[in-house]
């Protein structure tokens, strides 16, 4: 009898590091199901291009991760389509300024709930399958979970969230399931725009002078799901040396 493939979940999946980290694991053989918001036609063209080398092997899911009532059902649809679940990637996340005097609580529940919120609880749906598989779950964090960018407390303090979550999970669901984060440092500027000067001062922070790719990022989460076997509540940072540099 054949063996069945292994599954991903990957939250924020339609396009940028999501789309390379679906690309990453369809490519070493994980079945997918590919979640997205707002970038219908971008998951299509992925779903399409995946299934273009392995029929059958991708489902997309539409939802709004602040709807907390439909995360288990991300997963259950999930496993009702595979049969499984091996690995969860954590990646959907709000990005924007909350200068202090000007946020709201809006703001507040956007960026806990994609960053923080959502992320805990499809763990928490996920952990019976993840034990069952000997599986991993993975969080997309950042460098800016550890420490501060200015005028985005809001955004630090959801990511330091779940870098919290993912040590304590990390004990809470061993030994059968790892939990991991990757923290990438610049990898793709925020499409809502970014100063010149700005990108020109992170890089020179950055000991190794350039941007980094979506492809690398996707190659540490590959690393932590599918070869880390004896390493669970870590932090891999993918961020040119910059955590260093200050
Ligand atoms: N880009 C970088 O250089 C960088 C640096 C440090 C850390 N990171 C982390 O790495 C991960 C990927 O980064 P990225 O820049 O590729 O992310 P991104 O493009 O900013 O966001 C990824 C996806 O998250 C989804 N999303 C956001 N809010 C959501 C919500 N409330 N409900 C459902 N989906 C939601 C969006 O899906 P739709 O488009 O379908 O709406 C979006 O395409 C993130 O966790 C980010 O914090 C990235």
């Known amino acids: ?25 369809h490519a070493d053989g994980y079945d997918l199901a590919l979640h997205y918001r707002h970038s219908q036609d971008a998951v299509q ?72 919120h959502a992320p805990f609880f499809l763990a928490q749906a996920a952990a019976p399958h993840l034990k069952a598989s000997r599986g991993a779950i ?9 420490r501060p960018l200015a005028r985005h407390t809001l955004y630090c303090m959801a990511k330091a969230a779940l870098l919290m979550a993912t040590r304590s999970l990390a004990l809470e669901l061993a030994p059968e399931v790892r939990v991991n984060a990757v923290a990438p440092g610049a990898i793709l500027w925020p ?9 020109q001062a992170m890089l020179e922070r950055t000991p190794l002078a350039r941007t980094g790719t979506p492809e690398e990022v996707a190659a540490a989460v590959r690393w932590l799901l599918a070869e880390a076997s004896y390493t669970t509540g870590q932090v891999i940072r993918v961020d040119g040396g910059r955590m260093l540099a200050g």
Request: zero cysteines.
């Open 1 to 25: 009898m054949s063996v069945p493939p292994p599954v991903a979940l990957v939250t924020g999946s339609a396009r940028r590091i999501g789309a390379a980290i679906a690309r990453r694991l």
């Open 45 to 116: 063209a992925l779903a399409a291009e995946l299934e273009s080398r392995r029929p059958r092997s991708v489902l997309t899911l539409q939802a709004e991760l602040s709807d907390f009532d439909r995360l288990p059902e991300l997963v259950a649809r999930t496993v009702g389509r595979f049969g499984r679940l091996d690995a969860l990637v954590n990646n959907a996340s709000a990005f924007e300024p909350t200068p202090i005097g000007t946020t709201t609580p809006r703001q507040w529940d956007q960026l806990f709930a994609s960053n923080a």
């Open 138 to 146: 993975v969080n997309l964090i950042d460098l800016y979970a550890e």
């Open 191 to 199: 499409e809502q725009g970014h100063a010149e000067a700005a990108k």
